[in-house]
């Protein structure tokens, strides 16, 4: 998804030079008037989307994270108190809690719209770079790079079984606690 994204910024703000071009070549003093606004709340907005859901899957990430331990507690504990029914509820109840901590994301709207957010800036900057003579290739590439990565790594917190950002060293406790049970 993180190298689509990347793609398609790197297209829409080829799009956008070409449209910015043909907008200089109708009305060359008025190319560009009032358009800083408007970038600037877009780009804004991208910001505060990509600081909100980073903010949000890094919160969650560590969630889920810490119910592991604390499930592998519940667990261990119920393990030396079998016969005392609580402690059994308990290790229940934890479980269930993680499950359910490991099934709760942003609504899938929220991903599109930060993905279509980037392509829009995309294209708003390509538009504002069209002035130049010459493509501004590493400004296309960096910034599409950034926003897709950014984006990857929001994604890879959100899902952390799937990708590069893994709660494995977590679930080693389980591991561990299932092999001292044998």
């Known amino acids: ?17 070409r449209l910015g071009l043909r907008r200089i070549e109708r009305d060359p003093e008025g190319a560009s008037a009032g358009a800083g606004v408007i970038d600037g709340a877009v780009f804004g907005l991208l910001g505060l989307l990509i600081a909100f859901t980073f903010s949000g899957a ?7 994270r810490d119910l592991v331990v604390e499930e592998a507690n519940a667990i261990g504990t119920a393990w030396l108190r079998l016969d005392l029914l609580p402690a059994l509820n308990e290790m229940i109840d934890i479980t269930t809690t993680r499950t359910m901590a490991a ?14 957010l ?9 538009i504002a770079v069209a002035g130049g003579k010459q493509r501004p290739w590493v400004h296309a590439v960096g910034f599409s790079a950034v926003i897709a990565i950014t984006v990857y790594v929001i994604l890879d917190l ?16 389980l591991l561990e606690l299932r092999e001292s049970m044998q």
């Open 1 to 17: 998804m993180a190298a689509g994204l990347f793609l398609g910024m790197l297209a829409l703000h080829e799009i956008g030079r």
């Open 58 to 64: 890094a919160a969650r990430f560590d969630t889920r």
């Open 103 to 116: 099934r709760m994301h942003p609504p899938n709207v929220i991903f599109a719209l930060l993905i279509g």
């Open 118 to 126: 980037g392509l829009v800036c995309a294209l708003f900057a390509g």
């Open 158 to 173: 959100e899902y952390p079984r799937l990708g590069l950002i893994r709660v494995d060293a977590a679930d080693q406790v």
